[in-house]
């Protein structure tokens, strides 16, 4: 390793003196002004993780939904999951190794990790639409290519794709082709497949409304679409022809602001759904006739989800380990319906993907989401090798329906949650149930919530436990908390500091949004 290239070459992607950014719960995030040091060594770091893994490690450079004049970076792990957190770790102090600094830092961590410098590595690159990202990918590449790492960049990629091409390279094609014609071909043909299978919908006639946040997903569907268009027609809107990324749309604004993005043409009972700037985050809506807006967020995505494969299972006969994995963002009606009307263990974990994916990765069957439409489903590679063997011997109804899950596991990105094929897998189970969008809103009511954020001086001062849900610092915090919620009914609340944001975050929940508005108020006090 010629450390001495290496500070030569940094000097062309100088770090400013004194700035310190955090790997956090989606990497390094912040206004792309202050990236170009941070993804020369994200480049840097992506070889020596390569090297040590002895796999295709992914870097992708995305903000997903902050505003367009920001940008970010994160490392994707050899299946395709995020960065282990020992990494994380090193990234932090990577970037935050001032220029003299970092031949030093790099070497601690190739001593830490063992890392064999006569190893090869090879990393591959995606970007979001964003105006900074071809420059900020440059970058990256220009610190694979110092430390001898071999590259390909595929330019233009939603943040699952790119996690799907890591799977795929290191699972020997297993997982299918590592290009985007492979990626557009295996969910496609899964989800034809299953159209196939539903009585009226398999004609042609189907269609959805798709807000694509005027990113990525945009492209990408306009890419794929002629792939499933027997099955499904998804008309674009915020295609990002004409308005800005994330302004005013896509997943994360329509799931905050509880309201329909702008740009969108809705008509009473129109099935539409929102991505978010990277296209790994969706959520769907309507409006009724009486004008008014529903939200159907990741719990209700999780509820049809798990629901429906438990449906199959049975069909099938087989009696596999089903499990759903929630935050505690999760509305209290989905968790409750979850585990008493449907029978589906529910667990729940620390806000971030790579938490709850972690967690999934448990059980034979396991679905994660995130209320705010982050997630998929990951089967055990047991599990999947039996489904296809049983979808070719079995006949009649249980043959039928091993052959429709075995379509369901190729629909899944499970590498990431991917708001492309979260949609397909949605689609194809609504128009096999022959469920309408309000009927699937009505399968349980949400309980009213609120959430707020808080200005501290310092959010660390909070610190949580029990999967967020409890307060362990600031002593009298959870006491206070527990007082406040006992006089509502059904009612809930917990305090978090954000990973994101420097505030802290609160939700509460309860019967009426009165109490819910009230009780997030109060809570919010006691923070203080
Ligand atoms: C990040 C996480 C997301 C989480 C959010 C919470 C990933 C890819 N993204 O965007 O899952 O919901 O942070 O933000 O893990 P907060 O800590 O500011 O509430
Ligand atoms: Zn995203």
Sequence with gaps: ??????????????????????????????????????????????????????????????????????????????????????WEEHATRLASAEEQDLPKVLAAIVEREAVDPQQTAFIVVGRDTRPSSEKLSQSVIDGVTVLGGQFHDYGLLTTPQLHYMVYCRNSEGRYGQATIEGYCQKLSRAFVELMKQASCSGDGSRWVKVDCANGIGALKLKEMEHYFRQGLSVLLFNDG???????????????????????????????????????????????????????????????????????????????????VVQTAYANGSSTRYLEEVMKVPVYCTKTGVKHLHHKAQEFDIGVYFEANGHGTALFSEAVEARIKRLAQELEDEKGRAARMLASFIDLFNQAAGDAISDMLVIEAILALKGLSVQQWDAIYADLPNRQLKVKVADRRVISTTDAERQAVTPPGLQEAINDLVKKYKLARAFVRPSGTEDVVRVYAEATSQESADTLAYEVSLAVF
């Design 241 to 323: 022809t004409e308005g800005r990324l994330n302004h005013l749309c896509g997943a994360d604004f329509v799931k905050s602001q509880q309201k329909p993005p702008q740009g969108m043409a809705m008509k009473p009972g129109d099935r539409c759904c929102s991505f978010d700037g990277d296209a790994d985050r969706i959520v769907y809506y309507y409006c009724d006739a009486a004008g008014r807006f529903h939200l159907i967020d990741g719990d209700k995505i999780a509820t049809l989800i798990s629901s429906f494969l438990k449906e199959l299972l049975l069909e099938i006969g087989e009696n596999l380990n089903i499990g």
């Design 1 to 86: 390793m010629d450390l001495e290239a290496v500070s030569k070459r940094s000097a062309f992607h100088a770090k400013p003196q004194g700035l310190i950014l955090q790997y956090g719960t989606a990497g390094f995030r912040t206004n792309a002004q202050h990236l170009d040091h941070i993804m020369f060594r994200m480049g840097l770091l992506a070889v020596l993780r390569s090297k040590q893994t002895r796999s295709t490690i992914g870097v992708m450079v995305t903000a997903s939904h902050n505003p367009e004049e920001d940008n970010g970076v994160k490392l994707v792990d050899p299946l395709g999951e995020m960065l282990a957190p020992s």
